[in-house]
């Protein structure tokens, strides 16, 4: 059960689906308030404790981007697991299932309600309410408060009309309260609303009595998803006795003609006034209105234009007026012949009438406060120097510029002012600031379209010169491309030679090998033979010292033979024969020694020669070590060379690849220029078709300015 609550806040009864909002502010042009519409986003959103739930932007929104949030959803999950329900029905039902509401109570019942209650019956427990409230109390003002988008308008914006609001509960209420004290059987019951309207939901939340509330439209949806045609559903009827002239009472001026009915004349001292373009303009000037004391007695006042038959909830949208009455005048046809007779005699009517009420309603029980909630509105209003800088801001250099189109969706360039001043909107929605922006924009296009035409102009030029550049550097790619075939021919008869040198260096690489070795050979033998005349040297001046030796016996023996000569001289005779061996001896001794003289001297001439063959050897083994390390190294170097030799043979080869793909890509790139040249000559073509529109552009945006 919903819970009585004095808090400022209000539940939200109107959603917005971002995903179809445009921002086109048809929702800020329609609504009564204005303000509780923020525009300052890329999509408008609501502030609930603003909105006073008219549905006025539900009705407008082209674009269905605002839908009425009612509790169709936890209705059917309620009734669909057993919860005990009783049925408010309101008489809109009438207009919105013509000739069909008994079928839809009836479908009602087939879900699960346990009961169905007429809220004209309910009225006309209100007018009796109204009737002994201005008998009773004598007040100056009663404003009636069936419509809660009014009851919400009032409580925000315009607090100082709540001590008028009559002190009695809305026909829902009535007949909800009715309901708890004289049909015991469904107490405990839970009560769904069949309601023309999305703001009844608040009266529920602000008195604590009523479940859900559910819109006909959302019945009508519920029908539609589920396949159920109601002409195929019993009918069923109210569970509560017949109302008479309040089944009048969701049509305009209703109030009026059932309160006729006990307070003849009552027209005279009232007013009779719907529809959200007038309704809130009249309330704001009706506090004037009581200080000059020229008001009615009583306000007969409804926010939708048909009433309550054309509610934002119910199917009756874009009917005509007599459309949407006839069947409720119908009805009330009926009624009166029910309870007037067959004459419908109003005297009869009304006393039956009263029999019966007498029977539903006691004094208090049906009695209705309200809440100030005039501290939700906190909108600051600038000042006129805070309003100077919001004008040339909004680019209004003088009071030329305050159009008061309305395209905003304020009615004047003042309330736009003052929505972009608490932030709830800006300036770039303001239609002669986005006509003013876009003069200066078409200026910088005109401006911007001229630089662009002689950039394209030069572009021309550029790419004609790039188009001969092409052309040069073709003819030196073709000349490129036969220097490259030529150096491909040099090079491979370089290479060839490359590899046929490779081929014979190292044939003669062994060759080479074997000269090092014998070099090397040379210089050993050459040291060996060195050593050999080292020591036939030392042999000969072994032999020469032996000389020397043979010399000094010569010399000794020589001595002897002169010693021995003498002794025989001595011995005469008998020394003859030894004279003679001495002589011989002698002889012996200085031939011996002229011998010896003469091997001395050949023997020195040997040594000589084999000193000097010595030195010359020395010289020769030193210049053949020399000859053997540089044989060496040239072996290496030819070692080292061949080895290169072949590494440059491979590398050709690279070479080779490389001259072939360097042809390739040479090839490649004619082609590439070539299309190069055509692409350029295509883009040259469009880019005399670009200054050509460029050119016709120029032109229409100059007529554009002078028009």
Request: hydrophobic share 40%; net charge negative.
């Amino acid at each position: 059960m919903t819970v009585m609550t004095n808090s400022l806040s209000m539940v939200p009864v109107i959603a917005v689906d971002e995903d179809k909002c445009v921002n086109c502010h048809m929702c800020i042009a329609v609504c009564p308030v204005k303000y509780c519409i923020d525009g300052s986003g890329e999509k408008v959103s609501i502030n609930a404790d603003l909105c006073i739930g008219c549905g006025s932007c539900v009705k407008a929104c082209t674009q269905k981007a605002r839908y009425i949030l009612d509790d169709a959803e936890q209705f059917f999950l309620a009734v669909g697991r057993g919860e005990k329900i009783v049925a408010i029905v309101a008489p809109a039902v009438v207009s919105s299932f013509p000739g069909q509401y008994r079928r839809m109570l009836g479908w009602l019942k087939r879900l699960g309600v346990a009961a169905s209650f007429d809220v004209s019956f309910g009225a006309e427990l209100t007018v009796k309410s109204y009737v002994d409230h201005i008998k009773t109390n004598k007040p100056l003002l009663v404003i009636a408060q069936p419509c809660p988008a009014i009851v919400s308008y009032i409580e925000v914006y315009r607090p100082e009309l709540l001590p008028h609001l009559a002190p009695s509960d809305s026909p829902m209420l009535h007949t909800i309260k009715m309901i708890q004290e004289y049909y015991p059987d469904y107490a405990g019951y839970k009560v769904l609303v069949v309601s023309p309207c999305a703001a009844k939901k608040r009266e529920f939340q602000e008195t604590g009595i009523g479940d859900y509330n559910v819109t006909v439209r959302s019945f009508k949806d519920a029908l539609e998803r589920r396949h159920i045609d109601l002409d195929r559903q019993p009918e069923a009827d109210f569970d509560n006795p017949p109302a008479e002239r309040a089944v009048l009472f969701s049509t305009p001026g209703g109030l009026l003609r059932t309160a006729e009915r006990d307070v003849p004349g009552i027209r005279e001292n009232a007013r009779k006034i719907e529809g959200p373009e007038i309704v809130y303009q009249y309330l704001d000037s009706l506090p004037e209105s009581v200080r000059q004391g020229i008001n009615p007695l009583l306000v007969d006042c409804l926010n939708c234009d048909y009433g309550c038959n054309a509610g934002p909830g119910t199917l009756n949208q874009d009917k005509s007026p007599d459309m949407i009455e006839h069947d409720i005048e119908q009805r009330s046809l009926e009624a009166r012949r029910l309870y007037g007779g067959p004459s419908s005699s109003d005297k009869a009517a009304a006393k039956k009438m009263h029999h019966v009420l007498s029977q539903y309603w006691k004094p208090g029980l049906y009695g209705r406060t309200y809440v100030d909630r005039s501290a939700n509105y906190q909108l600051r209003i600038p000042s006129e120097s805070q309003f100077a800088v919001l004008y040339t801001e909004m680019l209004k250099g003088s009071l030329a510029d305050h159009l008061n189109c309305a395209a905003c969706g304020y009615k004047s360039c003042r309330g736009m002012g003052i929505a972009i001043f608490n932030g709830l909107n800006k300036k770039e929605n303001y239609h002669l600031y986005r006509q003013k922006v876009l003069i200066l924009e078409q200026q910088v296009v005109d401006d911007s379209t001229t630089q662009l035409h002689d950039e394209i102009l030069q572009t021309k030029d550029m790419v004609g010169a790039i188009t001969t550049a092409l052309g040069n550097l073709a003819d030196k790619t073709a000349t490129q491309f036969s220097a490259i075939e030529q150096s491909a021919a040099a090079v491979e008869q370089m290479i060839a030679g490359l590899v046929n040198a490779s081929t014979i260096a190292s044939g003669k690489r062994q060759q080479i090998a074997n000269l090092a070795d014998s070099a090397q050979s040379g210089e050993r033998d050459m040291s060996a033979t060195m050593k050999s005349i080292q020591e036939a040297a030392k042999d000969v001046a072994g032999v020469g010292e032996m000389v020397d030796i043979i010399r000094d016996v010569s010399d000794r023996t020589n001595l002897l033979a002169m010693n021995a000569a003498i002794q025989a001289a001595h011995a005469g005779i008998a020394g003859k024969g030894f004279a003679v061996v001495a002589a011989e001896v002698r002889k012996l001794a200085e031939t011996t020694g002229s011998h010896a003289e003469d091997i001395s001297a050949s023997i020195g001439s040997i040594i000589e020669g084999i000193k000097a063959s010595d030195a010359l050897t020395e010289r020769t083994g030193i210049g053949i070590q020399k000859i053997s390390r540089d044989v060496g190294t040239i072996a290496d170097e030819m070692s080292a060379l061949i080895d290169s030799l072949a590494e440059m043979s491979a590398g050709g080869k690279e070479v080779t690849q490389g001259i072939e793909q360097l042809r390739n890509v040479s090839i490649e790139v004619r082609s590439v220029y070539s299309n190069i040249a055509s692409e350029i000559s295509e883009i040259l073509e469009r880019i005399g078709s670009i200054a050509a529109i460029s050119s016709k552009t120029q032109g229409t945006i100059a007529s554009m300015n002078r028009a």
